[in-house]
């Protein structure tokens, strides 16, 4: 029997010590267990979390999330983003056959799906390689707190040169109410070479639990492949959030990615892309939309190690209330990789006072023949464009709205699944009308 | 329709408008003429609603209302349209639902039943015709990669679709070559009718020759210091505003 822990890291230390069955190897494990064990948490004081309030995240003591009230509806409602992809469903980390849909034909067609907990022999082989080819360069505590006491998620494989028409949608459902729970689902994808796939992957809150969520993917894209990655956080404002994602682009091979940070009290992803050959391209999205004291927090990390690699960044924030954005992002272009063009650009529209953000694009270049820039802007709305609406019989709240829903889509008209594009506009406006009071 | 008496306004404490009265009818068109820094432009805006100008006395009425009371979208909804001098750019909103939506706030304050996509499409493609405007920048973003000409066509076709009683026209006439401006004129005066009213502030006096005003009045220093009619106008472009100021400074 468990002993009553205090504050998170005396439970995560303790977990370390329990006999539950866990998803990897101890080889793949230990190197983790040993910095849970130290039970070391970032603080104020380190550089790189300076801006992020983990207080009352790390106060908590929480328990594996249990499966609370199911509700069938909630399910439907978060496969309309998706209604005709293959949905896989993880109800509080554990994978739910129940609520998962159109499978059967996937593992035909050459994309494998296989719940971690059901993982072994050379799949598991797979599945550790690659986590340990991905190596996060941030080795902060939260990627071994993930990879450590890993006890569920997905390994997704691609054999080469399948394409995967219909995208794969991830809906990961916090169902539990009441006191804090802690999940740390962990997402694997292996493309073979000249694969394409298309993944969408959900976090979203049935239950009213202060869900501590600390997820980590690990993706390996080899030569001539493709990986669409779409990222969407919906859960309720109790959970904080916080990801790592580490990402590895062989040559010729492209990784698109899209993050919506839309939910959480705090939510903070960290993600990393390294180019591993010539002529490889990266393309990251994301928006941050946050209210009262949200604390939204996005860090990116490109390696440009080699030639003629292409990454171009923009991320856009919208904050109210007494929220706060994180831009942190850093190009780090290599002696030899010449002919690089690396863009990155950040915006942000500040709608309140005491809103806030900090945003930090950083380049730092080794190569001569490159091609970078980056820019990053806060700003509030355009009281000229106001102005102009209104002029036209648009009334105030009805013009900011306009003006704001506007500023995202320059985000998210990029997203190129039409019914996801929809589903995370709607879902912007939604939350943009409920922060946009009539007199603004 | 418009009736404006003793208005005087003040940006950040520095009077631009000392006292000016006019007074427009249904089916006139008024021009206001004045050299750079007289107060035209602050005119537009404070009949317009925008933010940054002080009244510190006077009044102006427009169909018997109160217009300095009026929120910037109500005046719209009233039938006030203001064709602005630099058209804004409006990033990621689309110039067709943009004007859609303009078009409905306005009929459902009139009481009048909103229109469809469809009819309402059918509505833009026939004022397009009356601004000879490209289909194409109906897809675009409000104003943004808009030539100068096509801006100023955009307000134009805006002015069109939302049909207003009385439209002010802020120098719509700067930038344009004169196949735009014989354009825009001709928007104009397909629109005009014994209902609405036009006022139309230009520095010169070439777009009086496409537009022609029953009125024409010179601004200078914050107020009207001469009316007439479209022969003031000519006049004023063979001698210039000069001998009109001094005249105005020698009575006063």
């Known amino acids: ?440 | 329709m418009l009736s404006i008496k003793n208005l005087q306004v003040s940006v950040e404490d520095k009077p631009i408008l000392k006292g000016l009265n006019l007074e427009v009818k249904p089916g006139e068109i008024h021009a206001i003429m004045g050299p750079n820094g007289s107060g035209k432009s602050t005119l537009a805006h404070v009949l317009s609603g925008r933010e940054g100008y002080s009244v510190n006395g006077g009044s102006a009425e427009y169909k018997g209302l109160n217009l300095l009371k009026m929120a910037p979208e109500i005046r719209a909804r009233e039938g006030m349209f203001l064709a602005f001098q630099y058209p804004i750019e409006i990033p990621g909103v689309n110039n067709t639902s943009f004007l859609k939506k303009a078009l409905n706030e306005i009929r459902k304050h009139r009481g009048e039943e909103e229109l469809d996509a469809i009819d309402f499409l059918g509505l833009i493609r026939k004022q397009m015709k009356l601004v000879e405007m490209k289909e194409d920048l109906l897809k675009r973003p409000v104003n943004q990669g808009f030539s100068g000409g096509e801006k100023k066509r955009n307000e134009i076709l805006q002015m069109a679709v939302l049909n207003p009683t009385l439209a002010i026209l802020d120098e719509t006439d700067s930038g344009l070559d004169i196949d735009a401006l014989r354009i825009v004129a001709g928007g104009v005066n397909k629109l005009r009718s014994a209902d609405n009213a036009f006022v139309v502030i230009t520095h010169y006096q070439r777009l009086l020759d496409y537009i022609v005003p029953d009125f024409v009045h010179v601004l200078s220093d914050g107020q009207i210091i001469k009316s007439g009619t479209k022969e003031l106008a000519m006049e004023l472009e063979e001698r210039g505003y000069d001998w009109l100021i001094k005249e105005a400074e020698s009575k006063a």
């Open chain 1, 1 to 440: 029997m468990a002993q009553l822990t205090n504050n998170f890291s005396d439970w995560v230390k303790q977990q370390v010590d329990t006999d539950s069955t866990f998803a990897f190897s101890e080889a793949v494990r230990s190197p983790s267990l040993s910095r849970l064990a130290e039970g070391v948490f970032p603080t104020r004081k380190d550089e790189e979390w300076k801006y992020t309030p983990l207080g009352v995240m790390l106060e908590a003591s929480p328990d594996r999330a249990v499966t609370g009230a199911l509700d069938i509806q909630f399910v439907e409602n978060l496969k309309q983003a998706m209604p005709t992809a293959h949905t896989i469903v993880f109800m509080d980390g554990n994978f739910s056959q129940e609520y998962s849909d159109k499978l059967a034909d996937l593992e035909t067609s050459g994309v494998k799906i296989s719940p971690l907990s059901k993982l072994e022999g050379a799949a598991l082989q797979l599945a550790e390689k690659t986590i340990l080819e991905a190596a996060l360069t941030d080795d902060n505590i939260f990627q071994h707190i993930a990879l450590g006491l890993s006890q569920n998620g997905l390994f997704i494989e691609v054999d080469k040169k399948v394409e995967c028409p219909t995208p794969l949608h991830i809906i990961h459902i916090s169902s539990a109410n009441g006191a804090t729970a802690f999940t740390n689902p962990i997402n694997i994808t292996r493309l073979a070479e000249n694969s394409h796939l298309k993944i969408v992957e959900q976090f979203a809150s049935l239950g009213d639990a202060a869900v501590i969520t600390v997820p980590a993917s690990y993706v390996q894209i080899e030569a001539g492949a493709g990986l669409d990655y779409y990222r969407i956080g919906i859960e309720n404002g109790s959970t904080n959030h916080v990801c790592n994602t580490a990402v590895k682009v062989s040559a010729s091979a492209t990784f698109k990615s899209h993050q919506y940070l839309l939910g959480s009290n705090l939510s903070r992803s960290n993600l990393e892309v390294s180019f591993t050959g010539p002529g490889a391209e990266a393309v990251l999205r994301g928006v941050y939309l946050g209210d009262d004291k949200q604390h939204l927090d996005v860090r990116t990390y490109l390696d440009h190690a080699h030639p003629h690699c292409n990454s171009d960044q923009h991320f856009r924030g919208i904050l109210n209330g007494q929220s706060r954005g994180v831009f942190n992002g850093l190009v780090l272009v290599r002696e030899h990789a010449q002919k690089t063009d690396a863009q990155q650009s950040n915006k942000n529209l500040l709608l309140s006072r005491d809103a806030r953000v900090d945003t930090k694009p950083q380049l730092e270049i080794f190569a001569d023949d490159v091609k970078c820039a980056h820019g990053a802007t806060v700003g509030e709305l355009d009281t000229d464009a106001l102005f102009y609406l209104q002029s036209r019989g648009i009334g105030k709240k009805e013009a900011v709205l306009m003006l704001t829903r506007a500023f995202a889509a320059e985000v998210t008209q990029e997203i190129d699944i039409e019914s996801l594009q929809i589903y995370v506009q709607s879902k912007i406006a939604a939350a943009l009308d409920e922060i946009v009071t009539p007199n603004v």
